[in-house]
């Protein structure tokens, strides 16, 4: 019998080539026709992986005992959808954490299952798959991710008494409920840094391309009372996820005349999209995003050589802090992790000790998660749970110089 964690990363690594696959016809396909949308993942080979998901996390690659009832964590990505591309390395790092602590025993004897339920990356997919994993499956706690999605969720979260933690940066979302967490940094402390860097640079004109989603109406006025604070005026224009031609909202920026302008689509292709179509149509200025997307390979491959130059917000993985887990990584997914994968093996690990340390119960895994402290992160030192239910972790600004991620001041 086929080893079924080899399997699953099998189904994975196709997932991804052919979602690239797609991603690269698209961008090679001229610009302004109707067409399918080549992101969204075919709905057969999606609905295949996630039975793939579903066989490997029923049965663990490592059984630690018999007669012990597996300890479920439902998953709600997104496997189909505009950022099902991303979803890939974020399962294969969950199931990194999975396998190793199984591995490890298990959870005091029971072994670690994911069970896995297609977001779509919307809110109302985002509902039906919480509904899915908590109220069928029983799951007592749920790893998520998205802002859109997570602010749907958060009602029936604390409705159901089911602790969430995800891996949204949108300020004040997971505060808004009980039984909501956030391993990630937020836009909030991303923002000042950014903000502290226009203002040494004393730029006056500054503009932002946003997605039109929950994740834009949140950093939109963050991000122009920064502009404001600084002396410069401030121009924004909203997109929609899932379109090939940004070029009429890239004229806005263009009639602005802005000094810097600033791209946040939530990452995936098509925040890369924009970047690319930006500097295709001979706009020079600097260019800014408030999240390090860098190491992500859609996000990468699509944007190409415009990448070079660009300043990036947020944290950064340092490959050796925790060189097992980025090994196992590459062997998986084939390049080395980032930050966003390395938050979700943080998640999984977390859920992890909360469960082992109280037992398998929605209130008292949010009890122990909403006080822990002094947690080994992958990335290197420890974090906390903040009372925003928010973690802390290190952020810095970083300048694409040569292919490399430099930090600046």
Same mark, same amino acid.
């Given at each position: 019998m086929p080893n079924l964690s080899d399997a699953l990363r099998d189904e994975r690594c196709a997932f991804s080539a052919n979602n690239r696959e797609r991603t690269q016809r698209k961008l090679n396909a001229g610009e302004g026709k109707q067409r399918s949308n080549p992101r969204v993942v075919n709905r057969r080979r999606a609905l295949g992986m996630l039975a793939g998901t579903a066989a490997a996390t029923a049965v663990p690659a490592i059984l630690p005992?018999?007669?012990?009832?597996?300890?479920?964590?439902?998953?709600?990505?997104?496997?189909?959808?505009?950022?099902?591309?991303?979803?890939?390395?974020?399962?294969?790092?969950?199931?990194?954490?999975?396998?190793?602590?199984?591995?490890?025993?298990?959870?005091?004897?029971?072994?670690?299952?994911?069970?896995?339920?297609?977001t779509q990356?919307?809110?109302?997919?985002?509902?039906?798959?919480?509904?899915?994993?908590?109220?069928?499956?029983?799951?007592?706690?749920?790893?998520?991710?998205?802002?859109?999605?997570?602010?749907?969720?958060?009602?029936?979260?604390?409705?159901?008494?089911?602790?969430?933690?995800?891996?949204?940066?949108?300020?004040?979302?997971?505060?808004?409920g009980q039984y909501s967490f956030s391993h990630a940094p937020q836009y909030s402390n991303i923002v000042p840094i950014e903000r502290a860097y226009w203002q040494k640079k004393q730029y006056r004109r500054i503009f932002m391309l946003v997605v039109n989603n929950a994740l834009g109406q949140i950093v939109s006025p963050i991000v122009a009372s920064a502009a404001e604070s600084v002396g410069a005026q401030y121009g924004e224009a909203q997109f929609s996820l899932g379109q090939t031609?940004?070029?009429?909202?890239?004229?806005?920026?263009?009639?602005?005349?802005?000094?810097?302008?600033?791209v946040q689509g939530g990452g995936g292709v098509d925040e890369a999209i924009v970047i690319k179509q930006l500097r295709e149509l001979n706009l020079t200025q600097q260019l800014f995003t408030l999240a390090n997307n860098y190491r992500e390979p859609i996000w990468?491959?699509?944007?190409? +050589?415009?990448?070079? /130059?660009?300043?990036?917000?947020?944290?950064?993985?340092?490959? @050796?802090?925790? !060189?097992?887990?980025?090994?196992?990584?590459?062997?998986k997914m084939g390049y080395i992790p980032g930050y966003q994968p390395a938050e979700q093996y943080d998640v999984t690990r977390i859920v992890a000790y909360a469960i082992g340390k109280v037992g398998y119960d929605g209130p008292r895994i949010?009890?122990?998660?909403?006080?822990?402290?002094?947690? +080994?992160?992958?990335? /290197?030192?420890?974090?906390?749970?903040?009372?925003?239910?928010? @973690?802390?972790? !290190?952020?810095a600004l970083w300048l694409v110089r040569r292919g490399e991620l430099v930090k600046v001041g």
């Open positions: 005992a018999q007669g012990t009832a597996p300890y479920k964590v439902g998953v709600t990505f997104p496997l189909t959808g505009p950022f099902a591309s991303n979803a890939v390395e974020y399962l294969a790092a969950i199931n990194i954490a999975r396998d190793e602590i199984n591995a490890q025993g298990g959870i005091k004897g029971h072994p670690l299952a994911l069970i896995v339920e297609d990356a919307s809110p109302q997919g985002g509902v039906a798959a919480f509904r899915k994993v908590t109220e069928v499956d029983g799951v007592q706690v749920v790893i998520s991710v998205y802002t859109n999605v997570v602010t749907a969720q958060i009602p029936l979260a604390d409705q159901l008494k089911i602790p969430t933690i995800s891996t949204i940066e949108s300020p004040g979302v997971a505060t808004k031609d940004y070029r009429g909202i890239i004229e806005r920026a263009k009639d602005f005349n802005p000094d810097i302008i600033i990468r491959n699509t944007v190409g +050589p415009y990448a070079e /130059g660009m300043i990036l917000g947020g944290p950064n993985l340092d490959p @050796t802090a925790r !060189p097992s887990f980025v090994h196992a990584f590459k062997q949010r009890d122990t998660i909403a006080t822990l402290k002094n947690f +080994p992160t992958v990335m /290197g030192g420890t974090i906390s749970m903040a009372l925003d239910h928010y @973690t802390r972790m !290190p952020l």
